[in-house]
């Protein structure tokens, strides 16, 4: 057998080798995929028209629910209000928030309104239960999507 030969041989060797591992983790992926739990629930759309808000009440937020029981275990919300902060205050749990609309400001007890930065569209952030922290809306409105991940609350820090 010549070193062509050989070195053909080896080649076609290796791309059949290659194709079998190739296979084999398709069929590992698939029977991985196919084991993992289903997503919960059906696909949810909601245009942004059609979200019904609650009572506008001076100094409150207008909440519209879009996934869960705000009160009562892990939610999806959209909220809007107009200019105002809150008090410093906490939350039993874990919240992420995106602003969509205005400009918002976010900081924990050792900051203040005044030096937080200002949150425009697409802005972030996450909030540990617990910990003391103000808000503020500094547009006429602020529209802004939150998750929690437990009941929605709200404690005045003392």
Known sequence: MSILTSTTATSAANSAAKKLVTAL???????????????????????????????????NPQISPVKGIPETQ?????????????TLHTHTANYQLVVIKGVMKHWDEKGSQKSAPKMGPGSY?????????????ESNEC??????????????HQ
Request: hydrophobic fraction near 50%; charge should be negative; include cysteine.
């Open 25 to 59: 983790i398709g069929a590992l992926v698939m029977t991985v995929a196919s084991a993992a739990p289903a997503a919960s629930g059906d696909m949810l759309v909601k245009p942004f028209e059609q979200l019904q808000f609650s009572e506008k009440v001076p100094g």
């Open 74 to 86: 892990p939610s999806s919300i959209v909220m809007k209000m107009g200019r105002g902060a809150f």
């Open 125 to 137: 952030w996450y909030q540990p239960a617990g910990q003391v922290h103000g808000d503020a809306c």
């Open 143 to 156: 529209v802004w999507f939150i998750t929690f991940d437990g009941p929605r609350d709200f404690a005045v």
